[in-house]
């Protein structure tokens, strides 16, 4: 649910968040519906930090009463001027653009707060100081050109701009609340009320001068192109336009009052004279076929377009005097905008509002020192480390025990110990002897016995040494076990 603000600062979009403030949201709607905000002064202005509005009289005028609910408003029931404000836990002022109602306690129980029709509008990102005391119920999601301006607005000390800004027209694009009873839509934009002229201060003045001299019929054509811009961008609201500026192709015929038997060839010859064709299309019913008797054509110049534009309307084809325009349709244009928009969402889509959302509000940033991982773009989470360490653990493990089971046999007998008594006691008592104690093998292998030989005697000790090991460790296993 969107509203639409027209201001003297430039046009504001703010989205409804129905389902988590419905009862703020229907008293904003219904009071935009009835035109209750036109010509409300935007006041109380703190730069960097928010500004109000919402009262259609001011702080200025001394006959405010501060501005009223919907309820109060139709019934004209003082004791319903106010309503009980519902502050959702969730909410929080931490974007710019946040909108929410502005409150005051109740003198009989300061833990209720009354909300009437004024609202506030954040200009900073930081602006917690507002939890608790304004009720938030919508985001800005566009018009933040307006709001630098308004940001930007010369004040006086109370925060009154010196050149008034005003909310001008309210346009409301979906309404899912049912009307109050003896509610009263207007028909058209009602004009500022004498009491609201008194509180002008300094007027705009581009727009209090901008139709000095002009006569009526510029004055009428002016009047004609507010309203369709106003359209324009209710229709990119909608989804209806790419963008409230796009412009139809200037090389596409439209051409209407067709004979049903016309069909796409027929046209396309009689069209082909005046210059190449890309594409010329019978609009057909979608279930039945039929044609729709109208049809589009692309001419690849503008100039071929032109041409036949002068020279075919009220041409007799197929006994029907056709009717020739330029095309007003931006249907292929919209097509294209609506297809890329949907590839650019599937692939930016992850958590609430996609990668640029997450990147924007620092969802999953890395913070703090890390023991570990301080080289470029690699951070290991405790986790992960844990996991690293165990992992390596096992594996070390792994080996070991596979080493293990490589010298024992089907029957679980190590199968690389010596057999012999004797030749353990041999070993043992090698391995005790002092190191000097080797001296006649080296006087051996001086005295002429080849290194092949000494070789494998050294080997052969070897052998006996990792034999020993192994014989301690079973042992030492044989001891745990009893």
């Known amino acids: 649910m969107s509203v639409l603000l027209e201001t003297s600062a430039g046009d504001i979009v703010i989205d409804l968040l129905v389902d988590h403030a419905p009862k703020l949201c229907e008293n904003f709607l219904k009071l935009c519906k009835t035109k209750y905000y036109n ?3 935007i006041h109380s202005v703190q730069k960097n930090f928010s500004f109000q509005t919402g009262d259609p009289l001011g702080p200025l005028s ?16 003082p004791t ?54 304004a009720a938030i119920f919508g985001k800005v999601v566009e018009g933040f050109d307006a709001l630098e301006k308004i940001n930007e607005a010369i004040v006086d000390e109370k925060g009154y701009p010196l ?10 694009l979906d309404d899912p609340y049912p009307d109050p009873a003896g509610l009263r839509e207007p028909d058209g934009s009602p004009p500022p009320t004498d009491s609201q002229l008194k509180t002008v201060r300094i007027a705009d003045e581009a727009a209090l001068h901008a139709d000095d001299g002009v006569d009526e019929e510029t004055l009428e054509k002016r009047r ?17 336009l790419p963008f409230a500026e796009v412009k139809p192709p200037e090389n596409v015929l439209f051409v209407c009052k067709l004979n049903p038997v016309t069909g796409d060839e027929d046209l396309e010859i009689i069209f082909g004279r005046f210059g190449k064709i890309l594409s010329c299309e019978v609009i057909r ?41 330029f095309s007003q349709s931006v249907s292929k244009l919209s097509d294209v905008w609506r297809n890329s928009t949907n590839k650019k969402r599937r692939a ?13 509000r620092r969802q999953y940033r890395a913070e703090g020192d890390r023991s570990v991982g301080k080289s470029y773009g690699m951070v290991h989470g405790d986790e992960e480390l844990r996991g690293r360490h165990q992992r390596s653990r096992n594996d070390g493990q792994d080996r070991a025990s596979g080493r293990r089971d490589d ?36 006087d051996r292998h001086r005295d002429g016995q080849s290194s092949r030989s000494y070789g494998k005697e050294s080997s052969h000790h070897r052998d006996s040494y990792r034999h020993d090991d192994h014989d301690r460790d079973r042992r030492r296993d044989d001891r745990h076990r009893r």
Not at 224 to 240: C, I, S, V
Not at 348 to 360: F, I, P, S, Y
Not at 425 to 430: F, G, M, N, P
């Open 224 to 240: 004609r192109e507010r309203e369709a811009q106003a359209q324009a961008l209710t229709l990119e609201m909608m989804g209806d």
């Open 39 to 41: 010509f409300s002064p």
């Open 80 to 133: 319903k001027r106010t309503f009980p404000a519902f502050f959702h836990p969730k909410l929080k002022h931490l974007e710019r653009g946040t909108v929410s109602m502005a409150t005051a306690p109740l003198p009989s129980d300061p833990d209720t707060r009354l909300a009437a029709s004024q609202f506030i509008i954040t200009l900073g990102e930081e602006t917690d100081f507002l939890d608790g005391k």
């Open 407 to 442: 010298l024992r046999d089907d029957r679980g007998r190590d199968t690389n110990r010596s057999r012999s008594p004797r030749r353990r006691e041999r070993s043992r008592d090698r391995n005790n002897r002092p190191r000097g104690d080797d001296r006649h093998r080296r």
């Open 348 to 360: 930016n889509a992850g958590g609430w509002g996609g990668v640029d959302e997450l990147e924007k």
């Open 285 to 325: 019913d979608g279930k039945t076929g039929d044609s729709l008797q109208y049809a589009f054509i692309e001419f690849e110049y503008k100039a071929s377009c032109e041409a036949a534009y002068f020279k075919m309307q009220g041409v007799l084809i197929d006994d029907r005097r056709i009717h020739v325009d």
């Open 163 to 172: 050149i008034d800004i005003r909310i001008q027209h309210t346009v409301v």
């Open 62 to 77: 001394t006959e405010s009463d501060g501005g009223c609910s919907i309820w109060g408003n139709i019934s004209r029931d």
